[in-house]
């Protein structure tokens, strides 16, 4: 039974740049959830995917957006990228936005 | 802000029991105690959460005080494999639950 897997797991752009970061949820889970993680602080919860719907969202600016595929896999997009979102990019999956959620190991993101 | 506190460190004896606190003096009735470990360079793993009895599982015990406001994870025989940060967090299990709020969590130390 494959856990939530996230690609790619490490990642370098310059600033300006764009990317995307890819989640495929937990067999049977349907929400997809995205987090932030900058070194030695614990995850901010960037938002939540549910019925390829934006569901909740916490405080981070529209440079972030995502997207939610028909089979639950998720994307993370973001542009103009600045130096503050060199970070850990978590997902985490649940089923119908239910806790507990599952996480993946991240991708790491440097921006030079 | 998170809506719980814990001490930023801990040690413990290989092969003793870790017992890591959590205060969370304004839980909701509705609110489940949640606790996740993160291990260097993992994503957050899931490891034990309860509403108001004690619930034990193959990784942990979580044990909650009578009014709620308080709750410890028991690691009964920790290993070196244990050292991790420790988040405890209080949400909602409900598909409102949404967003994860993660304060600074413990970091445990398992010394040989």
């Known amino acids: 039974d494959a856990g939530v897997t996230q690609s790619p797991t490490h990642l370098i752009k310059t600033r300006g740049q764009q990317v995307t970061l890819r989640c495929s949820p937990k067999?049977?889970?349907?929400?997809v959830s995205w987090y932030q993680q900058a070194l030695g602080q614990g995850p901010q919860f960037i938002f939540q995917?549910?019925?390829?719907?934006?569901?909740q969202r916490g405080n981070f600016p529209d440079r972030f957006s995502g997207h939610q595929f028909p089979n639950y896999s998720s994307e993370l997009n973001v542009n103009a990228l600045w130096l503050g979102d060199s970070a850990l990019y978590l997902c985490?999956?649940?089923?119908?936005?239910?806790?507990?959620?599952?996480f993946g190991d991240g991708t790491r993101l440097s921006i030079l | 802000d998170a809506k719980t506190t814990q001490p930023p460190s801990m040690d413990c004896a290989e092969g003793r029991a870790a017992n890591l606190p959590c205060n969370h003096s304004?839980?909701?009735?509705?609110?489940?105690v949640y606790w996740y470990r993160q291990i260097h360079s993992q994503g957050p793993q899931y490891i034990i959460h309860?509403?108001?009895n004690n619930e034990t599982n193959e990784m942990a015990s979580l044990i909650i005080t009578e009014d709620r406001k308080s709750s410890t994870l028991i690691l009964p025989h920790a290993t070196l494999r244990d050292t991790a940060v420790y988040y405890c967090?209080?949400?909602?299990?409900?598909?409102?639950?949404?967003?994860?709020?993660f304060g600074q969590g413990t970091e445990l130390s398992v010394k040989p």
């Open positions: 995917y549910y019925e390829e719907e934006e569901r």
């Open positions: 304004t839980i909701s009735g509705n609110e489940y």
């Open positions: 309860g509403l108001k």
């Open positions: 067999s049977g889970h349907d929400t």
């Open positions: 985490a999956s649940s089923p119908q936005g239910r806790q507990p959620q599952h």
């Open positions: 967090i209080v949400r909602v299990m409900s598909n409102q639950g949404g967003k994860l709020i």
